[in-house]
């Protein structure tokens, strides 16, 4: 299995493409920011490939950044990060942004939500002429995460795809997200066997952060 090819399934997944392109409006709400944005902010990341069968694991270290900003046409400042991500903040939340206009762009985390809250629906590429969707739901709003950085009070976001062919579970994300601190764990579950048994196979945890907010 190539963990390498996996990786990019796995940011695939946690974008998407949204079936709900309604832009947002407001600005950012009192409860603060699920992620900080601010130019100059920092995160230190473990990224562990996993071997499903034998829990061996393959570590890198990936460091992310804001480095830049930009205001777009209809006054929303932009964001961008060393992952290639083009973001911003709103009073619903993370937005994945459309650099030109807010008809494109997709909510990737809301916030403030309640538990059950479904936000978004995302359809993905399955193989095979197969596609994938999954509906978006915030599954707790006081998730404990611990990680090497810390303990963290999240926002866990969870997405199950189903297969439009089969109708079965395909993939399951989990994002861990501290309100003001941004991304703390990240989870990927992909089907290992023949009968769709879901394993860990990616797994992002933050060792260290530096927000200026």
């Known amino acids: 299995m190539d963990m390498k090819k996996i990786l990019v399934l796995f940011v695939?997944?946690?974008?998407?493409?949204?079936?709900?392109?309604?832009?947002?409006?407001?600005s950012s709400g009192s409860a603060g920011e699920i992620l900080p944005l601010t130019v100059g902010n920092t995160w230190e990341y473990e990224q562990a490939y996993?071997?499903?069968?034998?829990?061996?694991?393959?570590?890198?270290?990936?460091?992310l950044s804001v480095y830049d900003s930009t205001m777009r046409q209809d006054s929303i400042m932009i964001y961008y990060a060393t992952d290639g991500a083009v973001v911003y903040n709103d009073a619903s939340g993370l937005w994945s942004a459309n650099e030109i206009d807010n008809a494109q762009s997709s909510l990737l985390a809301k916030y403030p939500g309640y538990s059950g809250e479904i936000f978004n629906r995302i359809t993905v590429y399955a193989g095979d002429g197969d596609s994938a969707s999954a509906k978006v739901r915030i599954e707790s709003t006081s998730h404990l995460a611990?990680?090497?950085?810390?303990s963290f009070i999240c926002y866990k976001y969870t997405a199950d795809y189903i297969s439009k062919q089969t109708g079965k579970t395909v993939q399951r994300i989990n994002a861990y997200y501290a309100p003001n601190i941004g991304l703390v764990k990240q989870e990927g579950?992909?089907?290992?066997?023949?009968?769709?048994?879901?394993?860990?196979?990616?797994e992002r945890k933050l060792l260290s952060y530096s927000i200026i907010h």
């Open 12 to 26: 695939a997944l946690l974008i998407g493409c949204s079936e709900d392109s309604t832009g947002p409006t407001g």
């Open 50 to 63: 996993i071997n499903p069968f034998d829990q061996t694991a393959d570590k890198d270290t990936i460091s």
């Open 146 to 150: 611990k990680v090497p950085a810390g």
């Open 189 to 202: 579950y992909f089907v290992i066997d023949t009968k769709g048994t879901l394993g860990l196979i990616i």
